[in-house]
T-cell receptor, first 109, second 116 residues
């Protein structure tokens, strides 16, 4: 079945450093969605990418969808303590929604 | 606050029991989605209802069932509970029925279920 692998599982960064999480699939994805879940909170939809090679920015966050639509990345520039949480990618297929395992980001002040 | 409400917040029960989780979508949203989040399985999509009808099915066990009522609230019924069913159960809602191809969905605060 369709699977989305996400790395790394954990990432600790100093405040001000950059952070990147990656999602990879062995099959072509129709789209990729990114969510953020704060500790003790619920997932919050961040963005969706649909087109091959698409790049979208939200302030310090940059989202990319690979040319082959098999991978995606989320990059945060100059992390802040408010960025802590788990970042999930997700994709749809076969009338289902598949989530990556998530990357838990810790920002050290 | 996403506008999606879930009750109860916490639930503790014993193996073999049956529980019902309730979700009220955002005003105007017709779709409700149920998810299970556990430490070992991550976030898993269970089922989607749109305007009262089942629209998509994910990794939902046969012991679990759901329904959406005319007022659009939804209930997730978990029966013959096992220890491994302990998890956080989220409900989400969206305006249309197209999250499966990428429409924005809004998550509720979740119900934490502990099966002892």
């Amino acid at each position: 079945g369709q699977q989305v692998m996400q790395i790394p599982q954990y990432q600790h960064v100093q405040e001000g450093e950059d952070f990147t999480t990656y999602c990879n699939s062995s099959t072509t994805l129709s789209n990729i969605q990114w969510y953020k879940q704060r500790p003790g909170g619920h997932p919050v939809f961040l963005i969706q990418l649909v087109k091959s090679g698409e790049v979208k920015k939200q302030k310090r966050l940059t989202f990319q969808f690979g040319e082959a639509k098999k991978n995606s990345s989320l990059h945060i520039t100059a992390t802040q303590t408010t960025d802590v949480g788990t970042y999930f990618c997700a994709s749809t297929g076969a009338n289902n929604l598949f989530f990556g395992t998530g990357t838990r980001l810790t920002v050290i002040p | 606050d996403s506008g999606v409400t879930q009750t109860p917040k916490h639930l503790i029960t014993a193996t073999g029991q049956r529980v019902t989780l309730r979700c009220s979508p955002r005003s105007g949203d017709l779709s409700v989605y149920w998810y299970q989040q556990s430490l070992d399985q991550g976030l898993q999509f269970l089922i989607q209802y749109y305007n009262g009808e089942e629209r998509a099915k994910g990794n939902i066990l046969e012991r679990f069932s759901a329904q959406q009522f005319p007022d659009l609230h939804s209930e997730l019924n978990l029966s013959s509970l096992e220890l491994g069913d302990s998890a956080l159960y989220f409900c989400a809602s969206s305006v249309g029925d197209r999250v499966i191809i990428g429409e924005t969905q809004y998550f509720g605060p979740g119900t934490r279920l502990l099966v002892l």
